[in-house]
């Protein structure tokens, strides 16, 4: 691994070949040039055992420098590769001419968050993949880096209180519900309260943010920023009403056909951890992700002094899967005193899901990674208590439907591994309470609500986007059903 | 914001040093939807408050408002009873879970234990509503801790209450007068189904009673929980060899398949810190209560 660069050393280099650059007119020789900008972040060893954010942004001179790595491409393929078509190019052209708030507000015509998106959005696979400079390069890595450069205009836009706040058409006297206050609920909130309707976001939680909040740590996000879009959504006119479960609280049809509502957005996640079904997987000590995070996230619960939830006290820990959840429990886990953290996952690190910088900090921070490798059992002690795994090896075989080499079990590897905390990161299936609580709301047999081509459900007047439809899927995704919907929204009041 | 409306202390606990409240709040929503069997999720504190599941003991829809009956068996309920009429509770959910499966089914026995007799509560006025003959059976360790007895006597058709100690009612422990019914003794015939709630070990022992009559059994849960909607598994218990979701499957499950064993395990899994953090916010109210001059420190003698 090699030396960890602080911030200062980083922007030294930059200011290195700013000083070249400024000045000059650049043909696309001199732009492929320019050495792409590392994001700085904090030491690996104190960082893992702290709360705060790792990624610590670009500085100015090192977003002036990546920018300049753009070659303004004609046909802007970054953009197709964008769920919402953010304007790339325009935005990072901005950028190129000092202008950040025009690049922000470039961004803010399709994509509303883009701080959150900036820290959160596996661009490698998305706008960076179609990149023309990293199609040269070989690399979707030495792209321009797009979401860096997202985050870093978004961030200088909140530090410097420059957020403008979207001034609401006219009141239409129409209200809309939008259950749910995650990254689709909170976009059709922006979307539809713009277009002048009345809306009421109902979030089960005592919190607005839903994945954002409960889910994804403060140090991948802080939640310092997911308050600031939502303080924005109530500038606007957008109430919330907190601690309401609508399925329970009240009904779907109550809200449609007591209290008035005349369109309805169910964005309510994925939210049922999916367990593994082993032997054991009910001894204390295994959590789901979910649980973990909760506690951790929501609940406060790494600030012993002041939360009263408790957290397991665990010295090695266990995390199942290779997802982006399973990185945020690992690195979890180290932050809340754990001596040895493990992932594991029954493929490699090719076909890991997770975001590439997340794996990479994870490695940094001292995750141990078992690959191809998968649990068979939890074995307890005398009273209940978590003490080992058992572990069986894969191999690689054929690749499967999602193009994924299939891993393959090799009978006879049974072997444990002491642990006395396990976290299952395997995904989630959809909470069944709008599906059972809501007649006539057709859901496939995963429990997904279906919809048409803007998001439209089985129900008159309602709609629905996010992991409820896509299943786990990412915030970027999320806000693209929202958009979806809230522009079909947006059309069916109109005219009413 | 829920406002507490009416606090009453129902008994006081010498020997542990515990009490029992009843609260009632305002939750329109709530009570307009609620129904037996159900239950909240509360927090003392938005920010760090811990969640913690209580089942819904009445309610009133005209008036908007919900009762719900605690005993002060660790930090957040300790902090929950040092609340006061006009007071606020700042994040109450609900209701949850499944409700109540309430059918005609002819004689249904109601077994509450200790605090479980505030839940009991409104399944007894369900069942007796749907025109079962409703006998309940009230427990406690003695006299002192005996809780709605009139709204039990009211909502049921019969009552029989038993201490531990024999200083009310009969001596002994509600399995016994279970059994007795269940044998169909003093003229009575066998209970169509019995339903127990109470501490964990009181309705395993009412299921093993049950079972050689094989009377259908229902338990009501009241595990550890946090979000309370099927978000994050931790309060799963196994039941008839299968993973459920007591926040969302239940509360209420079928007695004879419940693992209580491994409940048992699992609702201590934070013994440690739970004791801890009861110590902790005694020692504090004992401070208030010895600077105020208040009585409620005595809560925490």
Known sequence: MSEHKTTEMLNQEAEKVWAEIKDKTLTPKDRGAIPGQEMPSRDPIQRAREMGEVAMGYTETQARVEAERCLGCTNAPCTKGCPVGVPIKDFIAHIQKGDFKGAVDTIKTTNLLPAICGRVCPQEKQCQSFCTVGKIQKSPEKAVAIGRLERFVADWERANNKITVPQPAPDTGKRVAVIGSGPAGLTVAADTRRAGHSVTVFEAFQKTGGVMVYGIPEFRLPKEIVAKEVENLKKMGVEFKMSFLVGRTETLSQLLDENGFDAAFIGTGAGLPKFLRIEGENLIGVFSANEYLTRANLMKAYDVEHADTPMFPAKRVAVFGGGNVAMDGARMALRLGAEKVYCIYRRTRTEMPARAEEVAHAMEEGVDFHFLENPTRFIGDENGRLKAVELLSYELGEPDESGRRKPVAKPGTEHQLEIDAAIVALGNESNPLMAKTTQGLNVTKRGNIIVDENQKTSIPRVWAGGDIVLGAATVILAMGEGRRAAASINEYLAGK | ?301
């Open chain 2, 1 to 301: 914001m829920h406002k507490i409306l009416e606090k009453r202390r129902l008994s006081h606990d010498e020997e542990r040093g515990q009490d029992v409240y009843y609260f009632k709040v305002t939750a329109p929503e709530i009570a307009r939807n609620r129904r037996a069997g159900q239950f909240i999720v509360l927090q003392v504190d938005e920010t760090y408050g811990e969640r913690i599941p209580l089942t819904i003991a009445d309610a009133n829809a005209e008036e908007g408002w919900i009762a719900i009956v605690f005993q002060t068996v660790g930090a957040s309920t300790l902090k929950l009873s040092q609340f006061e009429v006009g007071g606020s509770i700042p994040v109450i959910v609900g209701p949850l879970g499944s409700p109540t499966r309430i059918e005609k089914v002819g004689t249904v026995v109601c077994v509450g234990g200790g605090i479980g007799v505030a839940p009991m509560h409104p399944i007894v006025q369900a069942h007796h509503n749907a025109g079962n003959h409703v006998i309940a059976i009230v427990g406690a360790r003695t006299k002192d801790l005996v809780i709605f007895e009139e709204e039990m006597k009211k909502a049921s058709d019969e009552l029989i209450i038993v201490t531990d100690d024999g200083s009310y009612g009969r001596k002994g422990l509600v399995t016994e007068p279970l059994k007795e019914l269940c044998e169909g003794k003093g003229g009575y015939s066998m209970p169509n189904e019995v339903v127990a709630i109470g501490p964990p070990i009181m309705m395993k022992f009412c299921v093993a009673t049950t079972r050689p009559f094989n009377v259908p059994t229902t338990v009501s849960l009241n595990t550890i929980m946090i979000d309370g909607t099927g978000m994050c598994g931790c309060c799963r218990v196994s039941v008839g060899g299968e993973t459920k979701f007591v926040c969302v499957d239940g509360p209420e499950f079928d007695g004879f398949k419940v693992d209580f064993d491994n409940m048992m395990q699992r609702m201590r899994a934070f013994r440690d810190r739970e004791q801890a953090d009861y110590q902790k916010a005694k020692d504090h109210v004992c401070r208030i209560g010895l600077t105020n001059g208040s009585t409620l420190g005595k809560a925490g003698a």
